[in-house]
C-alpha cells in the first residue's frame, strides 16, 4: 500500500514554528512576492500598474509615484482592510490548508489568539478564494457524477407506527439540501449546492466537455445525460466499481466533505454549505501538494480574489 503522502516528511516544508520564528518581516514579504510575482514583491500600483512607489515603511503602505494612489499589499484583495499581523494571517492560512478534515472558527480562534468573528470571517474569506481556483472550470476525460444530502435531518420518532418515510417531501425541514459533486478523474472537483439531485443534470451540461464520459449510478434523473455525453452507469445494488465503471471518486470526496462538516462545522446551515463543500474539493483535489505549497496556492488565490462582497465588513452591519 502507498504512504499516505501527508505521513512523509517531504509533505511537511512549512510549520506554525517556521511561521513565528520568522517573524513580521518574513511573513510580510512573502505576501508581497505572491501578491507581485512578476516584480519579486516590488509594488505595483493596484489603479495605473506603475511601478514607481514611495515605500511609507512605518505603515506598511506604498504611494505610487505617478498617480499619487496609496494602497498596501491586500489592497483590492479579499485580504484588504486586514487588521491582523501577517504572521498571524499566514498562520491561519497554514492552518486552514493543513486541516484535511477542515478547521472551525472556534479552534482558528483559539489556535491564533484572536477573536471568534475574526476567525469566522477569514476562514471564510479563504474558503471563498480556494472555491475561486475552479471558477468557470470546463471538465474531460473520465466524469464522474453523484449528489449526497446533507442538513434538515428529520428525528426518526420513538415507535414504530409513528415513524414517517423520511423522504418524503412533506416530511422534510426545508432545510435538507444536496451537493452535487462533479468529480474529473485525475482532475478537478466541482461541487454545487442545490434543493435536489436531479438539478446536477444541468449542472454537468453546462460544466463538461461534450466529449468526456460520465459515469453515474443507476439513479432515474441521470437517464438524461445519456442524450448529450457517451454515459456508463454503475447499479450501486451490484457492486461499487463494475468494469471501471464507478463513482468511487466523488464517493472519496463525500467522505471527505462528512467528515468536515460532522467533525468540524457540526450544523450547517445550507447557506454555508457551498462554502464547505468548495474547501472540502480544494483540498480533495491538492491533497498531494506538501503543505507549504498548498498555504502559498492559498495565499495566491486569496492575493488574485477582489474584495469579497459577501464577507467585507461582515460584522459591521
Ligand atoms: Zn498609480
Redesign the pocket.
Known sequence: MATNIKLKASARTMSLKDVYQGGEDKAYSLFRKVRWPETDGAPV?P??G?LDAYEITTRRKFK?K??Q?QFSVTSGTIFASRKLPFTDMLAAVLIVSNAAKGVSAMQLSRDLDVQHKTAWVLAHKLREAMRSETAGFKLSGIVEVDGAYFGGHVRPANMKEDRVDRRLAENQTGKRRVVVAIRQRKGRTLTFVTKQEADGVELVAKTVERSAQIHADEASHWDTLHAMFPTLRVNHSDGYSINGVCTNQAESYFSRLRKMIGGQHHHVSARYLAQYAGHAAWVEDHRELDNGAMTNRAIGLAMAHPVSRVWKGYWQR
Do not use: K
Open positions: 500600483c489603479r495605473c506603475g505610487c505617478a498617480c494612489h
